[in-house]
């Protein structure tokens, strides 16, 4: 099964205790929310890259 190139986000099935978290069998796709791209950020971090990903309710 091949990773899509364009992910949608079912706001279902995401869990709602976690920041950071994987999809499915896609062991290269990281799912991380605001809070999670807030800190990175506020922290300095670098080489760490973001794309907003769209969900459907």
Do not use: C
């Amino acid at each position: 099964m091949s990773r899509p190139d364009d992910p949608i986000l079912d706001e279902a099935s995401l869990p709602t205790d976690t920041d950071l978290f994987r999809v499915g069998n896609f062991a290269t796709v990281i799912i991380g929310t605001d809070r999670f791209k807030d800190a990175v950020e506020q922290g300095g971090w670098t080489g760490i890259s973001f794309r907003e990903l769209p969900v459907r309710s």
